[in-house]
């Protein structure tokens, strides 16, 4: 080995090196001190610091040299990662503050490494989540609603299950993503296994869920229930997840030695919820306290029993034709902060109210009561439709001659800026998805007995051959040529607009939109995309975005990003419209595929349930029977069991979290045309 | 066209009996049919017995088997039989139906809807009530005797819109709907053809089943009975069962990787 490679660098090399770098810097003094201390460095460690005096001096000579005088100290701490970190941190300092403000970030290395550390070492939500909700829906067979919980807690309201923005409490990330799987897991072991549902006990008396609501205000009693039933809860994984609970004995270490008492009645494989509380109230007895284990999820009585009891009332399901007197028009918890329930305003609207500016630019007329307006404003508010449709009346048994007037209704341009920033975040993805697509353009076709072509057609040699030899006039055509195969496909992309889409789920049919029409350039497919929405039957809205003869350019780029919640989900007419559109086009194969949150709804009370639902059907069927081929995306809806009856003769698909919709849409569209 | 001489392929029958787990009364039913004359349509998921189930009635009616894979270059010709030059000769050589139509065969065509439309037609009339197969080129006219029976199958899972078997087709033939079994008689299969203790076959059932709740959430369908049929195989090899499950389930679902780091997480979770 060559000794010079690894050789110090004395004091004289080290001094041309900083001469070099800081040239007629003013602060000999300075310059002494800092070659001496690198004097003791080993020499990758001297290396390592001389390149980023380099970089650093064309930032500024004094603090370029108040970072080489503090690496002695910052590299006994950091490794090569941390220090580079450290140093680019001062830069970007100095160049957002100054150079006082960088030296004094750099001079509090206890500051940054504790930060350092934390970043290493922390877990979040995003890291984890989409692994995380597979991994639950493998086990659970459902696709469960997983949160942030705004309070950084692990907790569930037996609807969704909740965990922190991000955790760092083991030392490194992958502990800390294991830790999130391991809580999301016993989230669900609480739903699934009775946490808040107890059965009765042996002795007939049933254990209700009352009673945990005795601990409710107690920290004490809530952080021994949340340990107990963590031990109830992985005996009860053991069966069928041994690994699992392998895992989590690692991550959690032995359990703390007040709980040994209790474990053999908890482990027991049926144990309940009364084993738990019967332990709780001994040990409370006994004055036992534990410290917060970092695995176990909490249990909030207060809150979950809230969300039960209301549960209990909607029995969970969607309000379908239960005359709910507090009848929620759009989910709230889709908001997203910025986005107000519009849609609840709305219908709190008196008949006859108008709504307030901001809506009335652009869609003048948003009533369903007719008389009314004509009567305050005059009948020139009502312009003609550009459409009229006729409806299914369920009760009836008939159809509603003319009865949804439909408006055709621009879209205003959006964030030109927002196109690139979903392609940056998909970048990967629209890349593996055009490869996939690519596959399927590439598939040639070979056409037989052809009159030219690139191969004898033997099959087509022969038969010529008998003919001839039979007295027959032989074929003429005996090649086979290879051709691009014709996909001769029209799609249509219906996106639901309505306000129950503001927030999260707007924000995945713009991201599905843009990875679709990324991907879908690369065919020859003729695609079209219309959002819809409406007030009342006599004021449907159908928002083009890209008609079938239009290019995907910079408008409708701008179009998509325009996307926003409107008002109510008439589906029906939505329907009726674009698989005409669809019908005008000459392909082949004509395919509709609808995006919504599945819940046809209407101003009043006239679409909302099961006349919706039928209207929305036999427009589907009708479409069927036309020769087009439905397909019904819905977003968020899982466990909802009118699905199949709304869509009848359609397919659809349930996506579970709206943040799967973008790359789940892309994967159904080259399933539904490969 | 007497000059001409005519080839037929010899049919082979299946002695030794394949192992078959009945899963509800499609074996009576099958028993039913074949006596009936009637077509069947096998529906199912991927690797969940179709083929094996009609491997075994052939064996138990005692019929030769003709299997045809279809795909979208699957001719008429390539079914019925064409002409061949032989020396000075043209000789007629059957196909794979119109052989198992004159042996009285069972003819299977899996994954029906990859055949073109313009080939499917041709097994209308041998499906319906006239039961017999047209030669145009060759003039004939073949009617099946008793024995022959026709056996379709397709996966109805996530069909594409540019390929659907079309009502008239489909409407002559008796439906069997096939799944994967119920959790203790997926395992018995898994265990008998992997060769794994039961215990193992268990445990691999389960993870089967759990993957299957990720159809239509990121893959397209769950390990299907064939699969763990392979990583049992792979377990009574030697492997490692996680490693088994790895190389036969995991990899084998999806090569996204966020999906698969999810399923090794099953994999891990339950063995
Ligand atoms: N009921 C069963 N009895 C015995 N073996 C079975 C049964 N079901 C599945 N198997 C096993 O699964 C394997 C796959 O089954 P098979 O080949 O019949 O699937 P298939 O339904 O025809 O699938 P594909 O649609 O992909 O052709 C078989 O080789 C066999 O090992
Ligand atoms: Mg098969």
């Known amino acids: ?28 003094e300075g310059m002494r001190r800092g070659v001496q201390g690198l004097e003791k460095l080993p020499r990758v460690q001297q290396d390592l610091v001389l390149h980023w005096l380099d970089a650093a001096a064309q930032s500024s000579f004094e ?49 940054f490494l504790l930060r350092y550390r934390y970043s290493e070492s922390v877990a979040s939500f995003e890291d984890v989540i989409h692994r995380t909700s597979i991994f639950l829906q493998a086990i659970s067979g459902e696709a469960l609603d997983i949160r942030v ?26 502990s800390n993503r294991k830790l999130y799987k391991v809580m999301a897991t016993l989230l669900w072991a609480q739903t699934r296994y009775g946490t808040f549902y107890a059965d009765p006990g042996e002795d007939g008396e049933a254990v209700t869920q009352n009673a945990l609501l005795r601990y409710s205000h107690d920290e004490r009693a809530l952080r021994l229930l949340a340990a107990l039933e963590a031990v109830r809860l992985e005996a009860k994984l053991l069966c069928d997840l041994p690994g699992l609970v392998a895992e989590i004995a690692e991550l959690r270490g032995p359990w703390p030695a007040a709980l040994e008492a209790a474990l053999p009645r908890l482990s027991h494989p049926d144990a309940t919820l009364a084993d738990t509380l019967a332990v709780l109230d001994a040990f409370l007895a006994q004055g036992v306290d534990i410290p917060p284990m970092a695995h176990a999820a909490s249990i909030d009585p207060a809150q979950t029993m809230k969300n039960i009891r209301a549960e209990k009332r909607t029995d969970g399901k969607p309000r379908l034709g239960s005359a709910d007197e507090d009848f929620e028009p759009f989910p709230s918890e889709f908001d997203d902060g910025e986005a107000v329930g519009q849609g609840k305003e709305a219908e709190e609207l008196e008949p006859g109210d108008m709504p307030t500016s901001a809506t009335l630019g652009k869609n003048p007329v948003r009533r369903n009561d007719e008389a009314m307006l004509q009567a305050r404003h005059g009948p020139q508010l009502f312009p003609e439709p550009d459409y009229k449709y006729d409806e299914w009346d369920f009760k009836r ?12 209704v621009p879209v205003l341009p959006g964030d030109p800026g927002y196109v690139n920033q979903v392609k940056h975040k998909y970048r990967a993805y629209i890349w593996q998805i055009r490869r996939q697509l690519e596959m399927i353009k590439g598939e040639d076709k070979m056409l037989s007995r052809q009159v030219d072509g690139e191969e004898m057609d033997i099959d087509a040699v022969i038969e010529s051959v008998i003919d001839h030899r039979n007295g027959g006039e ?24 309505s306000g129950s889409t503001k927030g999260w789920v707007n924000n995945a049919e713009r991201e599905s939109l843009i990875l679709l029409c990324e991907a879908l350039e690369l065919l020859n497919d003729n695609y079209a995309i219309y959002g819809f929405s409406g007030w009342g039957h006599k004021r449907c809205e159908i928002y083009p975005i890209k008609r079938f003869d239009e290019q995907y350019d910079d408008s409708v780029r701008a179009k998509i ?44 009370d006239e679409y909302r349930n099961d006349y919706g639902i039928e209207d929305t059907r036999r427009a589907l069927q009708e479409a069927h029977e036309r020769g087009i081929r439905s397909f019904c995306v819905t977003i968020d809806r899982q466990g909802a069991d009118y699905l199949p009856r709304l869509y009848g003769p359609a397919r659809y698909e349930v996506v579970p979290n709206a943040y799967r919709l973008p790359m789940r849409m892309a994967e159904i569209y080259r399933h539904l045309t490969t | 066209m007497t000059k001409q001489s005519h080839i037929t392929p010899q049919l082979m029958r299946i002695d030794d009996e394949p192992f078959y787990q009945p899963v509800a009364d499609e074996i009576e039913m099958f028993e039913a049919a074949a006596k009936a004359g009637l077509p069947v349509l096998l529906k199912g998921p991927t690797g969940c017995g179709k083929t094996r189930f009609v491997e075994h009635m052939a064996w138990k009616l005692g019929r030769p088997l003709v299997t045809v894979s279809c795909h979208d270059d699957l001719t008429t010709a390539d079914l019925i039989g064409r002409y061949l030059i032989v020396g000075d000769e043209t000789v007629w050589v059957d196909g794979p139906l119109a052989a198992a139509v004159r042996a009285g065969a069972i003819c299977y065509l899996d994954e029906i809807v990859e055949a073109r439309k313009d080939t499917t037609v041709v097994i209308h009339p041998l499906a319906d009530a ?84 990720l159809k239509g959430a990121g893959i397209d369908e769950g390990a299907s009975t064939r699969l763990l049929v392979h990583a049992a195989q792979l377990i009574a090899a030697g492997v490692k069962p996680q490693a088994a499950c790895t190389a036969a389930v995991a990899r084998s679902l999806s090569d996204d990787p966020d999906m698969t780091a999810s399923l090794q997480d099953l994999v891990n979770a339950v063995f």
Not at chain 1, 397 to 408: I, S
């Open chain 1, 1 to 28: 080995m060559n000794s010079n490679a690894v050789r110090r660098l004395f004091t004289s090399e080290l001094e041309v090196r900083f001469e070099s770098a800081l040239p007629g810097h003013p602060d000999t």
């Open chain 1, 63 to 111: 603090l370029a040299l108040f970072m080489a005088q503090m690496a002695p100290a910052a590299l006994e701490r950091l490794d090569e990662d941390g220090f580079e970190i450290w140093v680019l941190n001062g830069l970007d300092m100095k160049d957002r503050e100054d150079v006082p403000t960088a030296k004094a970030f750099l001079r509090d290395l206890d500051d």
């Open chain 1, 149 to 174: 919980d705004e309070r950084d807690r692990a907790w569930t309201d037996t609807k969704a299950l909740y965990l922190p923005y991000e955790l760092a409490a083991l030392p490194d990330a992958a």
């Open chain 1, 397 to 408: 048994g008939a159809y509603r001659e003319d009865w949804c007037h439909l408006y055709e």
């Open chain 1, 474 to 497: 032989p074929s003429d055509r005996l090649f086979r040529r290879r051709v691009r195969n014709e996909r001769s496909l029209a799609v249509m992309f219906m996106v639901d607009m």
């Open chain 1, 561 to 604: 990003a325009g996307i926003e919640g409107k008002d109510f989900t008439r589906m029906g007419v939505a329907v009726r419209h674009l698989s005409k559109l669809l019908e005008e086009q000459g392909a082949r194969h004509k395919l509709l595929v609808t995006i919504s949150d599945g819940y046809p709804d209407d101003f009043g």
């Open chain 2, 130 to 213: 006239r039961r017999v197969l047209n030669i145009d080129k060759h003039g004939e006219q073949v009617e099946a005797p008793p024995e022959f029976m026709l056996v379709i199958s397709y996966n109805p899972g996530y069909q594409s819109v540019l390929k659907e078997i079309k009502p008239s087709t489909r409407q002559r033939f008796i439906a069997f709907d096939f799944d994967y079994p119920a959790l203790e008689v997926e395992a018995r299969i898994v265990a008998t053809e992997g060769k794994v203790p039961l215990e193992i076959a268990q445990k691999l059932v389960k993870l089967g089943q759990m993957t299957r709740n």
